[in-house]
């Protein structure tokens, strides 16, 4: 079995080759000032027949699929991913992983798997991130050996190459589905139960100020997208990321990504400065992509200031660490605030915090819906209103579990008394029981 892999590998490895080499030729061959002065179309056309003539006279033996095989790959090395094609139109790969030149892994249902792509070699996928690169308008060289970016089709891209990558170039690709997922959908997958779904399209109605928290993967990004449908159309949104991922659907939202530093390391704006600068564009609300610094401060002092509704991700394990990492996150602001001052600041600004993890066999569970309601005896009142309980596995080595309400009734929902909404309705969310996975 082992010998039959390594021969497979080896056929794999020289078709990537015999591509590579015949791509070469057919950049040495075409007059590029001529090519400027056909259209798109045309010039494909000429380049599939001038791959497929070059197929034509190889040494090697190719029958006619091949040859189809070898032309359309080609085509992919010009325009397209390369040999990750298939992958990036491939609807169920969330994400595609380069482990040097041989090794090729992407997610699908939340697993990993290996794949059979390969590269010719170090330099051909050094061409392909190369490739990848200049089209997002960004470099990288030894100087600049780590990339963070954003491609046409919204996909992040990241890329490390050596000196740093010991293995050789990695690329890890996080795909977006071309279909924005909503609260149903959410539903229907199990990752959280109707009435909670009910409580979040409540509390951002009511413009409580909520805190997504995760570990990477976990599915906040995607949370974050579902809950903004329920932002009203006229209010104002400005969102703030380091790399856009976020994909509002409301009308008037205004996104910002923040930039890089140039060669002479000069022109950096960072989510701080973004943060800054939103304030004087009379926003209704700020939705911070993803908080890991000292931005956060200025995204308390936003959320204390009348931006009610303003929402954003941090990574932790927990409901109650994510305020412990708030915390962290203002020391690192640079301002030497005591303790008890910052926990007041934190207390003050965040009503609600959701917390969603991604469990061993790939599935997403909002585990944690908790209110912020105040310090007492300097820590913080942390209540839950829902949880999730795991109870098992099933045959299959799946989990097993059910949604709650805990009973508890959260204070901030008072606010929603502002907006003229029957509160005496909304009590029957909160009664203590085992949540139905049905809408009632």
């Known amino acids: 079995m082992a010998a039959a892999n390594e021969a497979m590998d080896n056929t794999v490895r020289d078709f990537q080759k015999l591509k590579t080499s015949l791509h070469r030729q057919m950049v040495d061959v075409i007059d590029f000032h001529k090519a400027e002065e056909l259209t798109e179309s045309e010039l494909r056309g000429q380049l599939r027949s001038l791959a497929d003539y070059l197929c034509t006279q190889q040494s090697l033996s190719l029958d ?14 010009i325009y397209g991913f390369g040999p990750i094609e298939s992958l990036m139109v491939d609807p169920q790969v969330t994400d595609i992983l380069i482990n040097g030149p041989d090794r090729v892994l992407v997610e699908r249902k939340g697993l990993l798997e290996s794949t059979n792509i390969r590269f010719a070699d170090a330099d051909h996928l050094m061409r392909f991130i190369h ?4 089209r997002a308008g ?9 990339v963070d970016a954003r491609l046409p089709d919204g996909s992040r891209f990241n890329a490390v190459i050596p000196p740093l990558a010991l293995c050789g170039p990695t690329v890890s690709i996080r795909r977006f589905g071309h279909r924005r997922l909503q609260m149903e959908d959410m539903i229907n997958h199990g990752s959280l139960a109707p009435a909670m779904a009910d409580f979040l399209i409540l509390a951002i109605r009511g413009r409580m100020n909520m805190i997504v928290s995760g570990g990477t993967g976990a599915g906040k990004t995607t949370l974050l997208n579902c809950m903004s449908r329920f932002i009203p159309d006229s209010q104002r949104v400005v969102t703030i990321e380091e790399t856009a991922e976020l994909s509002l659907q409301q009308t008037d939202v205004i996104p910002l990504e923040t930039r890089l530093p140039n060669l002479e390391g000069k022109g950096a704006v960072t989510q701080r400065d ?40 941090v990574h932790a394990n927990d409901t109650r660490e994510t305020l412990d990492r708030l915390e962290l996150m203002i ?10 001052i910052s926990r007041q600041y934190i207390a003050n600004a965040i009503d609600i915090v959701i917390h969603v993890a991604r469990l061993h066999t790939g599935e997403r569970r909002v585990t944690r819906i908790s209110e912020v309601s105040g310090l007492k005896d300097g820590e913080y009142r942390m209540d839950d209103i829902f949880v999730y309980r795991m109870n098992g596995e099933d045959k299959d080595g799946r989990p097993t579990g059910s949604f709650f309400a805990t009973g508890y009734q959260p204070v901030a929902l008072r606010r929603l008394a502002l907006t003229g909404a029957n509160i005496e309705q909304y009590l029957p969310l909160f009664e203590a029981r085992e949540l139905k996975m049905t809408a009632t």
């Open 331 to 340: 020391a690192l602001a640079g301002v030497d605030l005591p303790p008890r």
């Open 64 to 77: 006619t699929q091949q040859r189809e095989t070898m032309v359309s790959e080609i085509m992919d090395e």
């Open 138 to 146: 960004r470099r990288i060289d030894e100087s600049s050996p780590i």
């Open 274 to 313: 973004l943060l800054r600068n939103a304030l004087r564009m009379r926003p209704d609300r700020i939705i911070v992509g993803e908080s890991r610094g000292g931005e956060v401060l200025d995204m308390l002092q936003a959320m204390n200031t009348g931006h009610d509704g303003s929402m954003s991700t």
């Open 131 to 134: 490739r990848l690169v200049g």
